[in-house]
C-alpha cells in the first residue's frame, strides 16, 4: 500500500498523505467504475491496461462523462485482475477446484481479449490492425442491473433480440430509464452468461442452472449460444445412471407457509411429497397444521457424510405419507 501514498514531513511526520504526483484513473468496466492510479497499473509494464493510460499511447479508447476509459468486459471477472496489479495476491474466494479453473480461464480472457472494444492509433502505431472506427456504446438495464456493452459486441449474433433491439430503425419498442439504458424485465444474473458469450464466444455458467441460462438464451434468441446449452444438457442427461443419486431433504412447515415454501424452491430442487404429520398447535384464534414437506434434487457426484442416511428416512416419510 505504501507504494502509492507518502509521508508529509511538515504537516504531520506520523500520518500518510497521497503523493502530490499520483495520477489516478477511472475504469468503466461492464458499467461498473473502478478506480486506481497509474503505479498500480505499472506493475506490469507490457499489460494492454499499462498501455491503455499512456498518453502517447498507441491504443485509442472511448470515455463516458465521468472521463473513465470504457471497456466492455465483465466487472465481476476485472476486480481479481485489478486486485492482484495492486498487491500481488489472488484474492479470488476459496472455491472447488472446477470453479477456480472457470474463473481462472475468464479472468485469462478478460486480459487477452480487451482489445475487442479498442482500437489502435495508426498515427503511433502503423502497422499494427485497427479495428473499425465509430464504437457506440450500450446501456442495458436488466432486472435493475445496469451493463454496458457496444454494438460490436451485440452484432455477434445478428439475429437476436440484442442487436435488433439497440438498431436505430428497430422494430422492436423499448422504454428507457433515465440515464438512456433499455430497460429489460429479465433476471440479471442469467443474463450475464449471454452477454459474456458474445464478448468473448465461451459459455461460463459461474455455478447457475444450464436450463436458467437456456431460457435466457432462448429469450434473447442468441441461436449459437442456444444450440450450446442444449448440447451441454444432453451430455448432462446422458451420463451413466450410476453417476446420478437423488438427495430428499424433509422440511417442517405449517399450513399458512407452504406457499411461499413451495414457490421458493430453485436450484434443481423439485417438490416430491408433502405429508400432514397430524398435530395441531393452537396460536391464538388460529389453528395451523404442520407438515412435512419432501423435495429432492438429482446429483451427480456421490454423495458423501450422513446424505445417504437423510436419502433413506425421506423414503420412509414418504411412504408413510402414501398410506395416510
Not at 25 to 53: E, H, I, Q, Y
Not at 193 to 200: A, E, G, K, S, T
Not at 300 to 316: H, Y
Amino acid at each position: 500500500m505504501m507504494a502509492t501514498i507518502t509521508l508529509n514531513p511538515k504537516k504531520s511526520p506520523t500520518l500518510l498523505e497521497n503523493p502530490s504526483g499520483n495520477q489516478w484513473v477511472k475504469l468503466n468496466v461492464g458499467g461498473t467504475c473502478f478506480l486506481t492510479t497509474k503505479t498500480t497499473l505499472a506493475r506490469d509494464p507490457s499489460s494492454f491496461l499499462f498501455r491503455l493510460v499512456q498518453e502517447d499511447s498507441d491504443l485509442i479508447s472511448d470515455k463516458d462523462e465521468t472521463g473513465a476509459y470504457l471497456i466492455d468486459r465483465d466487472p465481476r471477472y476485472f476486480a481479481p485482475v485489478l486486485n492482484y496489479l495492486r498487491h500481488g495476491k489472488d484474492s479470488r474466494p476459496a472455491l472447488d477446484k472446477k470453479k477456480v479453473y472457470r474463473v481462472l480461464q475468464c479472468q485469462e480472457n478478460e486480459l487477452s481479449q480487451m482489445m475487442a472494444t479498442i482500437t489502435l492509433n495508426p498515427k503511433k502505431s502503423p502497422t499494427l490492425l485497427e479495428n473499425p472506427s465509430g464504437n457506440q456504446w450500450v446501456k442495458l438495464n436488466v432486472g435493475g442491473t445496469c451493463f454496458l456493452t457496444t454494438k460490436t459486441t451485440l452484432a455477434r449474433d445478428p439475429s437476436s433480440f440484442l442487436f435488433r433491439l439497440v438498431q436505430e430503425d428497430s422494430d422492436l419498442i423499448s422504454d428507457k430509464d433515465e440515464t438512456g439504458a433499455y430497460l429489460i424485465d429479465r433476471d440479471p444474473r442469467y443474463f450475464a452468461p449471454v452477454l459474456n458469450y458474445l464478448r468473448h464466444g465461451k459459455l461460463v455458467l459461474d455455478g447457475l442452472s444450464e436450463e436458467g441460462v437456456l431460457e435466457e438464451a432462448e429469450f434473447y434468441n442468441v441461436t449459437p449460444l442456444i444450440g450450446l446449452l442444449r448440447e451441454s444438457i444432453s451430455r448432462r442427461d446422458s451420463r451413466p445412471a450410476l453417476d446420478k443419486k437423488k438427495v430428499y431433504r424433509v422440511l417442517q412447515c405449517q399450513e399458512n407457509e407452504l406457499t411461499q415454501l413451495v414457490s421458493t424452491m430453485s436450484d434443481g430442487w423439485r417438490f416430491e411429497q408433502l405429508v400432514n404429520i397430524g398435530t395441531q398447535y393452537n396460536y391464538g384464534s388460529e389453528e395451523n397444521a404442520e407438515f412435512l414437506c419432501v423435495v429432492s434434487k438429482e446429483c451427480i457426484s456421490p454423495l458423501v457424510g450422513r446424505e445417504p442416511e437423510s436419502n433413506d428416512r425421506a423414503k420412509v416419510l414418504q411412504q408413510k405419507g402414501s398410506r395416510m
